[in-house]
């Protein structure tokens, strides 16, 4: 099936600083993409949805100067957390929805864990 | 009130069991209804997903929709071990099973041999 990849898995990074995570769809191309925010025990939170070629739209509560999200290309969604504290320690999850004529599939990429000390 | 609730559980269960896992919704505009699972660190994969009333079946695994009750099931048959893992319901007003999902809490499902 379809992949979904998200680079790094893993960060820890000191508060203060600004972390990039990468979501890649690896064998399709995906217009839009969303980024997902998970704490512990809790559930998928949308934060925002990424389209290529235009700004992306967040969620109501959802800081865009804070979570800056690129979508570059049609295969690459990233989101930067911005000035990162404790508290933006979290699960982040992307999905790319493949669209294919009626069997359109939404796909989850594995995850980043973000850490800020 | 959440849009949807699910209760966490944990819910552990001896191999072969059925398992009933089980979600109630608000907003009667949700048409689409999915079933995610989700293994420890790994984001969630589709298991299906139901359009509107009715039952659906695959495999070991049956979702039902209730809309008059606003109540989403999930049925496992025959459980394995392997099943274990969160369990997530999702709905979605638009009219597609994919896009601005809602996600329940999640249910952590065990099977123990």
């Known amino acids: 099936g379809a992949v979904v990849s998200q680079h790094p898995s893993r960060v820890i990074c000191k508060s203060g600083t600004s972390v990039k995570i990468e979501c890649r769809s690896l064998d399709f191309q995906a217009t839009t993409m969303f980024w997902y925010r998970q704490f512990p025990k809790k559930s998928l939170m949308l934060m925002a949805t990424s389209n290529e070629g235009s700004k992306a739209t967040y969620e109501q509560g959802v800081e865009k100067d804070k979570f800056l999200i690129n979508h570059a290309s049609l295969t690459l969604s990233t989101l930067t957390v911005t000035s990162a504290h404790p508290e933006d320690s979290s699960f982040y999850i992307c999905s790319a929805i493949l669209l294919a004529g009626g069997a359109d599939t939404q796909y989850f990429g594995p995850g980043t864990r973000l850490t800020v000390l | ?113």
């Open chain 2, 1 to 113: 009130q959440k849009e949807v609730e699910q209760d966490p559980g944990p819910l552990s269960v001896p191999e072969g069991a059925i398992v009933s896992l089980n979600c109630t919704y608000s907003n009667s505009a949700f048409q689409y209804f999915m079933w995610y699972r989700q293994y420890s660190r790994k984001g969630p994969e589709l298991l299906m997903y139901t359009y509107s009333s009715g039952n659906k079946e695959d495999g070991r695994f049956t979702a039902q929709v209730d809309k008059s009750s606003k109540y989403i099931s999930l049925f496992i048959r025959d459980s394995q071990p392997s099943d274990s893992a969160t369990y997530l319901c999702a709905t979605n007003a638009g009219g597609t099973s994919y896009g601005k999902l809602t996600f329940g809490q999640g249910t952590i499902l065990t099977v123990h041999p």
